[in-house]
């Protein structure tokens, strides 16, 4: 990869000039929160904080509009009506600039989901080509960060398009897509020169801040074993609240509702992030539910990003380790201990 | 896969039967006679049916693919989207987006007896599969039903269950837990629950037996056919999940790392009992 450099007064122009034809999510203080908004009304970048919510909204928006829909009476027989639909495709181009590597790894979970051999959503791989993410690597870590156990790093070009490093007076920037290279063909980038050595010393200085990877390989193996454990699991979600934080701040949770919302005779189908820590998520009609319990649906998420999901694409972890669900919950639940306890218990299991 | 595995194709209510109390048949086709002419699918498939405004649920084709003048789905009137269908009626427009998921194992099954086990609305699944069978019947063997209910009242296709009692290459038994006074003349009106009347039956275990209905009806049917020494992988289940996207995308009808609506809702019950224990 090709190291180039651009300072941090360049930097800001060039934000400026993709702004012309793209809206441009940059991490903002919103409230004390760092949260993606799009680039302008004097809004400055804020980059020495992991953004708390993920990058994920610039792809798989909070709620997007699916079709239209609208009814009309027969004028012949007004008992009667009709009904078109519209579909209704994003077309707006994007850059997400300033994500940390884990956030932006989390697309790479969607991509293995919304467009395969098998399925190409529409809507996720519209925005999901038009979207450009210019990833920020880390050079500090937080007790929460766990990157580095889930096959990532501080430094993961995972998913991303550039890869900036922080350096003195800017940051180097290097392309990993195609895409990528076009973006450092602007006027702002320089020959990286001496910078690039200085960005690969962040990059392994933060990598030794994270310290030694514990092993999650068996997690598939581990959870299966404890799958009927109820005590276990009503254990590890005690303290749970139900929220779902977790799942609307995670950057690899995809699941999602679809609902109507009319107003007279028109109206919209929107797709929204649902979250699977809700009784609602699987309430039948019949009143029916498979997961009744807190335990049962932490059982679900877990599993999912450490036994399903690796299971049904690829061996990946549908965990990118930014620790957003444990810094965020109210509850202090942390996933990584609850692997490390399944991995603890069946071993426990195993040798009686 | 469709361009846009979302949205939904129109199509206009032609029939509605009003089968029982609570549960309606629609016969529906595509607005677009091109759509109709070239829609295709395979008995156990499944559909999304919109009421714009309210929303989309998931019912089985149950149709057969041999008789394509119309799509057929039975609704049981239980939360909001089906009160809503409820209240449609024939030239009223519906949402369709079909086919969806796995189907029943038609090519595997030829040569075989087949015994359908069918309680409540979970006989609309095999009335798809029967109807295909009974259009191909020189490729199958014995066809024997038990279809059951709570009451004789809240029997389904009354009109295909006559047709198939006056046919002598299909053996028909229905049971129900309450009769009437009018329950029990004709010697295929039998009370008592599925499981123990199938055992009273004794089907041949060398074929293949397909069941659906509600859950606890499976599980005891399941372990009726266990015992009546049916093989595992030639007992053949549809399950439900609440879904919402039908595509594998949503999330939400996981069985373990199995989706109902991709990888289902056909399932052999040895398939079912590699999965975890979370029906």
Redesign the interface.
């Known amino acids: 990869m090709a190291c180039k450099f651009i300072s941090h007064e360049d930097t800001n122009q060039w934000l400026e000039a993709l702004a012309k034809d793209h809206v441009v999510f940059i991490p903002v203080d919103d409230g004390g929160s760092v949260t993606f908004r799009p680039y302008g009304e004097g809004r400055k970048p804020v980059l020495d904080r992991m953004p708390v919510r993920s990058p994920k909204e610039a792809v798989f928006p909070q709620n997007e509009t699916l079709l239209t829909y609208k009814y009309d009476k027969d004028p012949e027989d007004p008992e009667r009506t009709s009904v078109r639909i519209k579909e209704t495709l994003p077309k707006e181009r994007a850059v997400v600039f300033g994500a940390r590597p884990c956030g932006t790894r989390g697309m790479t979970v969607f991509d293995s989901v919304f467009v395969n051999d098998r399925i190409r959503d529409p809507y996720y791989a519209t925005r999901r080509e038009n979207t450009l993410y210019v990833t920020l690597a880390c050079h500090e870590v937080e007790s929460t960060c766990f990157c580095h156990e889930v096959g990532s790093g501080p430094a993961d070009t995972a998913g991303s398009d550039v890869l900036l490093t922080p350096v003195q007076g800017g940051y180097t920037a290097e392309a990993v897509t195609e895409r990528g290279e076009k973006m450092l063909e602007a006027s702002f980038f320089a020959d990286g020169g001496d910078k690039c050595a200085e960005a690969e010393a962040v990059k392994k200085a933060t990598r030794e801040m994270l310290g030694e990877a514990h092993d999650f390989s068996n997690a598939p193996e581990a959870l299966l074993a404890v799958f009927d454990d109820d005590e276990f699991w009503d254990d590890q979600a005690a303290a749970c609240l139900s929220c779902g934080a977790c799942t609307y701040l995670c950057p690899t949770c995809y699941c999602f509702n679809i609902t109507d919302e009319s107003t007279g005779t028109t109206g919209k189908r929107l797709r929204s992030w649902d979250t699977c820590m809700s009784f609602q998520y699987t309430l039948e009609g019949s009143g029916h539910n498979p997961r009744t319990t807190k335990g049962k649906r932490l059982k679900n998420r877990v599993n999912h990003k450490f036994a399903y999901f690796p299971d049904t694409y690829d061996q990946h972890l549908a965990c990118c380790g930014c620790g957003r669900c444990i810094k965020s919950c109210p509850a202090s639940i942390d996933i990584r201990s609850i692997v490390k306890a399944a991995q603890a218990r069946s071993a426990q299991k195993e040798s009686k | ?1 469709k ?6 194709d ?1 199509a206009t209510i032609m029939e509605v039967v009003e089968e029982t109390s609570n549960i309606k048949t629609f016969r529906v086709r595509f607005d677009d006679e091109n759509v109709m002419k070239n829609f295709t699918f395979e008995p156990g498939q499944v559909g999304q049916l919109s009421v ?6 998931t019912f089985v084709i149950n149709s057969s693919p041999t008789r394509m003048d119309y799509l057929q789905f039975s609704v049981m009137r ?2 909001e989207v ?1 009160s809503r269908i409820h209240q449609l009626k024939a ?3 519906v ?1 369709v987006r079909a086919p969806l998921g796995n189907a029943f194992p038609t090519e595997e099954m030829k040569g075989q007896d087949v015994t359908f086990i069918g309680g409540g609305i979970g006989m609309a699944p095999l009335r798809t599969l029967l109807v295909y069978l009974l259009d191909n019947r020189d490729d199958y063997g014995k066809i024997t039903l038990l279809y059951g209910a709570r009451t004789p009242q809240d029997l389904s296709y009354q009109e295909d269950i006559a047709e198939w009692l006056g046919r002598d290459d299909i053996d028909v038994v229905l049971t129900v837990d309450n009769p009437d006074e009018e329950w029990g003349k004709n010697p295929h009106e039998k009370t008592g629950l599925i499981p123990n009347v199938l055992k009273e039956i004794n089907p041949d275990n060398s074929g293949y037996a397909v069941t659906c209905g509600p ?1 606890i009806m499976i599980k005891f049917t399941l372990m009726a056919l266990n015992e009546l020494g049916f093989k595992d992988d030639k007992i053949i289940t549809t399950l ?3 879904m ?2 039908g ?6 009808c ?4 199995k989706y109902v609506c ?1 990888d289902g809702p056909v399932f052999k019950y040895s398939e079912l009992q590699e999965l ?4």
């Open positions: 896969m361009a846009n595995p979302v949205l939904p129109m714009f405004g309210i929303g989309e649920s239980v939360g089906t030239g009223d427009s949402g859950p439900e999940k609440r919402k996207c595509v594998g995308l949503c999330g939400r996981n069985i373990g790392d991709v975890p224990n979370e029906l």
